[in-house]
Structure formats: structure tokens, C-alpha cells
């Protein structure tokens, strides 16, 4: 593969014209009610362009330049940013970066000239990824740094890490493999250290995908495979079905392919295609097919390798992209070579050459079309700067001319008037001295008497807010007093035998919850981590507890999978989460179960958080599912139920995500579920009590200065 191909480029143009997919019907209907000059029609038109997006190009560019022209009229800044960001991005995926480098050096003087900080840091950033494409390198990565340098200032830590790897991108392609790795270490590191990783995984795993791309051309195979397997655990975690996913996988594939290890090689091109296959996605099943063709061919199966690199070429030929065909192309002509079938070898070494030769007129074409737009600019620019030099060359000569005729006149005048000046400005003086004494004066009794008026009306003011935050204070303790009340925080000995039920809310109310009844000889518990902390959380919090009551105690479900989907079911409803356009992704994750205290059997079901059991000393993790308890269409799949029988003497531990994520440590890095986990098998042993203690220890102890960030809950429980 080409390096030029391989690399997993996350540092293209992130812009903001807008989120929002509506029709495009929809959309014009709104743009009748208003006025011509409307500032409303502004963001229509932004949305207008972004549907048409692959669609109709001269009407997606034609509302941008719209949303451009009334923004500029109305003299709006952060519209006509917005606008020509989105005309930037329309040029620059045709292609056509001369125009795409001149409407963002419009967005860069916009910001510049109104001290939009974040906007032109971000600007700088793009204009310095165009410039890197036209080849003005010097160019490219002063603006880069200058955009990094001002989204520093405003602590922009996102479009910092889009800065430094357009930095490590730009020196990737030009094969300076150091400089390109230490620019993606400070963007992975900016990511641990100031990003939520669970919000932000995509952007930290392409980073990871990254580093092993370059790791590979530096001859550091093995590296780059542990790189994309990092990449992979964090799609694994957080989102396996991705475009970012697949390409991962295919990419590891080669990886392995290159060392001879063909097994694992196929199953990551089958995991890939598989992926992409569900989302549609055709680039990706021409890598996945193309990694497949690679494995096939190392381990010998010549006819698989032709039926995958034949699949690779047509999802390569309904794209439309003739790099990918010529070389899918190649690799069966190769084979049939390898075979003495010179006829097919032929023929399709004759489409490769084919494919080729229309690929060096494309490029050709292009590049004649940018050196004719660069040259008229050019031309342009030259003729506007020789226009104006003339004019300035004419003001001077008339200026001169003036200067001239009233020299002599101004001569005699200054002779007179140069004593007259000097009596005068001595006076002048003595008079400016004096009254400066008598405003100084009068400045400073000003001053002093706004200074006690300010200072009293700021007591006052201080005095107001502090009554407020009182009043709020005590009404979010007495909540919490009410939430204790309704929610269990501490261990049932009549429940169970030994147990510990750890509650450390972040904020003085909780958004997770800890919960559990008796049914029979069972013991049904849970923890659970709410949408958001502190208020919001909170009332999640109350809306899980009435709904498991209800699900419980009069539908006598007991199962935990049944219960989490009838749960699913009643929130979805509760928080009117069925309208798809405008429903907020408001939910819980949740670790149930079900424990038979007699017969020791456990029943297990989670949304997103797993369980840890320990049986004949081994710690053991079930994963949830990856769906939360709420409104998430791309998941809406039966919650899965896991049977286990423990024994006597077994441990079990359920918990939130809170305890894990929280920063901390010698350098303010996450606790993360390897060193939770260990923690817990060390020490399972110990009586429930003792190990409560540890826990608490051990997380304060990480935590040391530093805010909790999240809430925590935890429960441990003994066979």
C-alpha cells in the first residue's frame, strides 16, 4: 500500500456550519417566512448547503455563498466565518484548494480584525492543513503553530489536538518520522490529560491508529501492531460498529499479514468487512476485502485471495476511484503470474495499465487546472499591487509639488513666529502645570468617593448571593436527605451475610444509585450510573427507583435482561424519547442482579457496565451490553441475561464508572479498570468491611488535590 493511502487522516477540516439534518423542503418553506436581510435565513441557507451535501454541489455551494453574501452584509463575524468555513470545506473535498486557501484566509482576517480568539485559532489550524496540500510548507506550519499557540491561551484543547495532528500529518507525508511522533504524542497527550475519553474515543483511537502507521514505516512492525490493538480495545469499548472501527481492523490485518501471521490476519479483514457491511460502508469493504486478499494470498489460498482482491476491485470500481481499482488489479495479475496463467495475468495487467494511464490524465488535468487558478490569482494580485504603487507614486508627486510652492512662504513666517512660540509655550506651561494640580486633586476625591460607593454596593451584592447560594445549598441538602431516605446507601445485614455498598456522590446529590429488594429466597440488586451528576443526575436517580419498584413488586418481573428492557421501555416513554429528531439521549447504565441466596445461582444483565466475580480464584468479568437504559436507536437490541452458579465463599462486585475515571495519581492520569480490578481480586479475601476501606483509600489517595469527577457507587458481596 501506498503511504500516501494508509494513513488514518484525522486532521481534515473539522468545521461548524451546522449539526442538523432536516429536509431540504422543510428547510425552504422556513426560508419564505422571513425577510430578505433576515439574519434568520442565514443559518437556513448553512443548512440548506450542508443536505445537499453529495448531492447537487453547485446547490450546496450556491447557499453557502448566500449565507456568505448576507452575512456580510449585515455585517455578522460568526456568520460569515461560519459560511466561508463551510465554502472552504465544499472546495477543498473537490479538490480545489486555491479557492478552498482563499475563503479560509477571509475566515482568518474576519477573526483576526474582531479578536475572535477561538474562531481564528481554529481558522489558522485549517489554513495551515490547505496550505500543507498546496505544498507551502513554511507556510502551512507557521499558521499551524500560530493557531495552536492561540486555542493554548483559551485552554481550546479539542481544536489543539486537531492542530498537532495536522502537525504530525504534515511531516507523516513527508517522511520525518520523529517530528510526525512527537507532534501525535502532545495531541494523545492534551486527549488523557484534558479530554472525557468516553465522549472523545474516536478521536483518541485514530491518534492510536496513527502513531502505529508510523511506527510501521519506521520499520517498527511490532509497535505498530500494539497500536492497533490499543485503537481496537477502545472501538471495542465504547462503539465496535464504526467506519473508524473497520479501518482499524483491516489496517491490523495487513500488520499481521506482514509477519506471517495469517490466522489472526483473516479474522481481522472478516471482522472489518463484517462492520462495514452492516453501515454500508463501501470504502471500508474495499480495505477489508483488500487486507482479506493480502492474508489469503501469505497463507497459500490462491483462490480465495482472487475472490477477495475481485470483491475489493468492484466495491473500488462502485466507488468510483481508479487508485484502488489499478491496484486491486495488480494484485490478480501478480497471482495468475505466480501460476504461469499469463492469459489472465495479461488481461488484467492490461486493465491495470488502463486504469493507470487515466489515473496520470486525471492527475495531470488537475494539476494543469490548479497552475492556470493559481497563475490568474497571481496575476490578479501583481496587477492590483502595481495599481496601487502608481497611486501612491502620483500622491507623493503632488505632495512634493505643494511642499515646493510653500517652503519659501513658510520660511519668513517661522523666523516671526518662532519667538512669539517660545514666549508662549512658557506661559503655557506655567498655566498647564497648575491646572493639572487643581484636576489631580479634584480626580482624586472623584476616585475616592466612587471607590467607597462601589465598595458598599459590592458588600451588598456580595451579601444577596451569598443569601441565594444559602438558600439553594439547603434546598439540595434537604433533596438529599430525601434521596437517602428513598434510596439505599448503606449495607443490609439482613440481606446479606457480608457485603459493602460504597456511595460517594460527586456534587451533595447523587446521579448514581444504588438499589436492591427481596423477592422470596432472591435478592435482586444494582448499581446504576444516571445521565449527567449533582441535580439532573439525581432526578434520573428518583425515575430509576420508582420504575424498578413498579417493574418489580407489581409486574413481577424478575429476570434481569426482561427487567432492563421493560425498564428501557418505561424511561423512553417517561422522558417522550421517541420523537428520533429532537429526543435527548437521557438514560442510565446499569450493572442487576438476580441472587438466589439459597442455591447460589446469579443472574446477570447489564447496560454498558459489566460484573466481576471471583470463583475458585480467578476474577472473571461479564460485560453488558453496549446499549444504556434509554433512547439509543443505533442499539435497541433484547438485553442479554447470563446465568452463573457461585459457591460459597465466592465474591461478586458490580459498580459505576466513577471510580475508574477518576484522575489522579503521580500524573493526573485515570485509575482506569485494570488497577480497580486488581485491587479488588487482591484483596476479595478480606471481610466485605475491610475491603470498603481499602477501596475508599485507595481512591482517595489517587485523587489526592484533585476534583472528583464523577459520582461513584460500588457493591461487593460475599456467597
Known amino acids: ?290 487486507a482479506l486478499g493480502t492474508a489469503y494470498r501469505g497463507k497459500g489460498e490462491v483462490n480465495n485471495a482472487i475472490e477477495s482482491y475481485e470483491m475489493a476491485y468492484a466495491y473500488a470500481d462502485s466507488l468510483g476511484f481508479l487508485e484502488d481499482m489499478a491496484y486491486s488489479s495488480l494484485k490478480i495479475a501478480e497471482i495468475y503470474e505466480s501460476f504461469n496463467e499469463y492469459e489472465e495475468a495479461y488481461k488484467y495487467l492490461l486493465l491495470n495499465r488502463e486504469l493507470s494511464d487515466s489515473l496520470e490524465m486525471i492527475r495531470n488535468e488537475a494539476s494543469f487546472e490548479e497552475a492556470i487558478t493559481k497563475y490568474e490569482t497571481e496575476k490578479t494580485e501583481s496587477q492590483n499591487q502595481l495599481l496601487k504603487k502608481e497611486n501612491e507614486l502620483k500622491k507623493l508627486e503632488l505632495e512634493n509639488q505643494k511642499i515646493a510652492s510653500d517652503s519659501e512662504m513658510e520660511k519668513q513666517w517661522t523666523i516671526g513666529a518662532s519667538v512669539g512660540i517660545v514666549l508662549l509655550l512658557i506661559m503655557i506651561f506655567f498655566i498647564y502645570q497648575n491646572r493639572i494640580k487643581q484636576k489631580a486633586n479634584s480626580q482624586l476625591s472623584e476616585a475616592y468617593t466612587t471607590i467607597q460607593r462601589s465598595h458598599a454596593e459590592l458588600k451588598n451584592a456580595n451579601l444577596i448571593i451569598q443569601e441565594k447560594n444559602d438558600d439553594i445549598t439547603s434546598s439540595i441538602e434537604y433533596a438529599s436527605k430525601i434521596q437517602e431516605a428513598l434510596l439505599p446507601t448503606r449495607e443490609n445485614a439482613d440481606l446479606f451475610r457480608d457485603s459493602f455498598f460504597i456511595l460517594r456522590p460527586k456534587d451533595i446529590v447523587s446521579g448514581d444509585f444504588l438499589w436492591y429488594t427481596k423477592v422470596e429466597d432472591s435478592v435482586i440488586f444494582a448499581a446504576a450510573d444516571c445521565t449527567g451528576h449533582g441535580v439532573p443526575g439525581a432526578f434520573m436517580s428518583m425515575i430509576g427507583n420508582s420504575f424498578l419498584q413498579q417493574i418489580i413488586t407489581e409486574s413481577k418481573i424478575y429476570q434481569p435482561a426482561l427487567i432492563l428492557d421493560e425498564l428501557r421501555a418505561r424511561v423512553i416513554d417517561a422522558l417522550n424519547q421517541k420523537n428520533g429528531v429532537d429526543a435527548r439521549k437521557d438514560g442510565m447504565d446499569m450493572a442487576l442482579c438476580n441472587l438466589n441466596l439459597k442455591t447460589g445461582e446469579l443472574q446477570f444483565s447489564g447496560a454498558n457496565n459489566p460484573l466481576y466475580y471471583v470463583k475458585e480464584g480467578q476474577m472473571i468479568e461479564i460485560k453488558g451490553d453496549k446499549q444504556p437504559v434509554g433512547y439509543m436507536p443505533e442499539r435497541d437490541e433484547p438485553f442479554t441475561n447470563h446465568t452463573i452458579q457461585l459457591s460459597k465463599g465466592d465474591a461478586l462486585y458490580v459498580f459505576s464508572d466513577g471510580y475508574a475515571d477518576q484522575f489522579g495519581g503521580p500524573k493526573g492520569k485515570k485509575f482506569k479498570y485494570r488497577q480497580m480490578r486488581d485491587l479488588l481480586f487482591n484483596n476479595y479475601q478480606l471481610e466485605m468491611s475491610q475491603q470498603k476501606q481499602i477501596m475508599l483509600k485507595a481512591f482517595d489517595d489517587w485523587k489526592g488535590d484533585l476534583e472528583q469527577i464523577d459520582d461513584v457507587c460500588m457493591i461487593g458481596v460475599r456467597i
Not at 454541489?57 to 455563498?65: D, L, P, R, S
Not at 495532528?165 to 512527537?182: G, T, V
Not at 462503539?239 to 506482514?258: G, P
Request: proline letters at 1%.
Open 1 to 290: 500500500m501506498a503511504r500516501f493511502f494508509t494513513l488514518v487522516v484525522s486532521t481534515l477540516l473539522i468545521l461548524s456550519t451546522s449539526s442538523a439534518v432536516a429536509q431540504v423542503d422543510s428547510l425552504l418553506n422556513c426560508l419564505t417566512q422571513y425577510e430578505e436581510n433576515d439574519s434568520s435565513r442565514i443559518s437556513i441557507y448553512l443548512q440548506l448547503s450542508e443536505n445537499f451535501d453529495g448531492e447537487n454541489e453547485e446547490a450546496q455551494m450556491q447557499y453557502a455563498i448566500k449565507a456568505l453574501e448576507l452575512s456580510e452584509n449585515l455585517e455578522l463575524p460568526i456568520y460569515f466565518i461560519k459560511s466561508a468555513e463551510s465554502l472552504t470545506s465544499i472546495h477543498y473535498f473537490k479538490g480545489e484548494y486555491v479557492e478552498s486557501k482563499e475563503y479560509i484566509s477571509k475566515a482568518v482576517s474576519v477573526a483576526r480584525a474582531n479578536k475572535m480568539w477561538p474562531e481564528l485559532g481554529s481558522a489558522l489550524v485549517t489554513l495551515g492543513q490547505i496550505e500543507d496540500f498546496l505544498e507551502e510548507d513554511q507556510s502551512s506550519i507557521d499558521h499551524t503553530l500560530e493557531g495552536i499557540a492561540i486555542l493554548e491561551d483559551i485552554k481550546d484543547y479539542t481544536e489543539m489536538i486537531r492542530g498537532y495532528n495536522s502537525l504530525a500529518s504534515f511531516y507523516y507525508y513527508r517522511e520525518m518520522n520523529d517530528k510526525a511522533l512527537e507532534y501525535y504524542n502532545l495531541a494523545r497527550a492534551l486527549m488523557i490529560n484534558h479530554l472525557d475519553i468516553k465522549e472523545n474515543y474516536e478521536l483518541v483511537a485514530v491518534t492510536e491508529s496513527n502513531i502505529g502507521w508510523v511506527n510501521y514505516y519506521d520499520g517498527k512492525i511490532d509497535d505498530a501492531i500494539v497500536q492497533f490493538r490499543k485503537a481496537i480495545q477502545i472501538y471495542d469499548k465504547y462503539d465496535k460498529i464504526s467506519t473508524y472501527a473497520a479501518n482499524a481492523r483491516s489496517s491490523l490485518s495487513v500488520m499481521y499479514s506482514e509477519i506471517g501471521m495469517f490466522f489472526p490476519a483473516i479474522q481481522q479483514a472478516e471482522e472489518s468487512i463484517e462492520i462495514s457491511e452492516e453501515l454500508g460502508y463501501f470504502k471500508g469493504l474495499y480495505n477489508g476485502y483488500e
